[in-house]
């Protein structure tokens, strides 16, 4: 049973990819990270013994701090950042429980590099509709809580990614974008190793109404209508975003926990 401080594998794998997913910091020493780059989703490093330069930001937050094994640095950071007034849990097992339990981690070399501010920042053309929302909720919920999104003319995308050191996407020609019949959400899935059968059916559905393949999933349709609805109702590409984030959320909890659900009526049924 774990301590009263401490958070088990399936009550944090619950957590990542909703609104309520608590910050997760990794603390691992660089000798362990480096046999072994790789994250839990939505996580970022900083070191063990200087976790009080965060304190500030964090206070009032729920943090889950994680370690190799769920033991002295984690269970210690996290201690510490209770005294500056943080909701600090750590990881019961650490990345070693995580990674017994099969469940995805992201490749470290594989993802973008982060700004001055700590966040990734993220380009690509402005109107968007499809890709361009699922893609952002994609990086925000599985990658950086923080990561920021330039919307601009399509013709600035990788002229405005060179200037300000932000990473392309769904443009023609760059990384992140369509390979084949897949869309770049697709590629994102894959890249930073996010298999899950909910992100699955999520992407089957995004690549339907992105590709305009509606046989692939009956809800296909239904996606493309709130989409074109919501770029409709908004000017501002952030505006629609922010909006978009809470239609994916309820997208990706259907696929997780209610494809099974149905709605009848009569009540009395």
Not at 8 to 24: H, N
Not at 154 to 183: L, Q
Not at 213 to 223: F, I, K, N, Q, T
Not at 249 to 261: G, I, K, P, S, V
Request: charged share 25%; with cysteine; glycine share 6%.
């Amino acid at each position: 049973m774990p301590s009263p401080n401490q958070i088990t594998v399936s009550q944090l794998s619950r957590l990542i990819g909703t609104p309520d997913c608590p910050m997760i910091i990794d603390v691992c020493i660089d000798e362990d990270f480096n046999d072994d780059p790789r994250l839990v989703p939505s996580a970022f490093r900083h070191p063990f013994a200087n976790i009080l330069d965060l304190a500030g930001s964090l206070v009032g937050k729920r943090v889950i701090v994680i370690c190799q094994k769920g033991k002295k640095l984690s269970a210690g950071a996290a201690a510490l950042l209770r005294t500056q007034g943080v909701i600090a849990e750590y990881l019961e097992g650490g990345n070693y429980a995580w990674r017994d339990a099969e469940l995805p981690f992201l490749p470290a070399p594989a993802l973008p590099p982060r700004q001055h501010n700590g966040s990734m920042l993220f380009v690509t053309r402005h109107r968007p509709k499809i890709d361009r929302i699922a893609c952002p909720w994609l990086i925000r919920r599985f990658v950086d809580p923080t990561a920021q999104f330039m919307f601009v003319a399509p013709a600035e995308v990788e002229a405005v990614a060179e200037k300000f050191n932000a990473t392309p996407f769904d443009v023609e020609g760059v990384f992140w974008s369509h390979r084949d019949e897949k869309c770049t959400f697709d590629t994102m899935i894959e890249e930073w190793n996010l298999h899950s059968p909910a992100l699955y059916k999520v992407a089957e559905i995004v690549r339907g109404a992105d590709t305009n393949r509606h046989d692939l999933s009956p809800e296909v349709a239904g996606l493309l209508a709130m989409s074109v609805g919501l770029s409709r109702m908004h000017r501002d590409d952030l505006q629609q975003l922010d909006a978009g984030m809470v239609m994916y959320d309820a997208l990706f909890r259907w696929a997780r926990d209610a494809q099974d659900e149905t709605h009848d009526w009569p009540a009395s049924k």
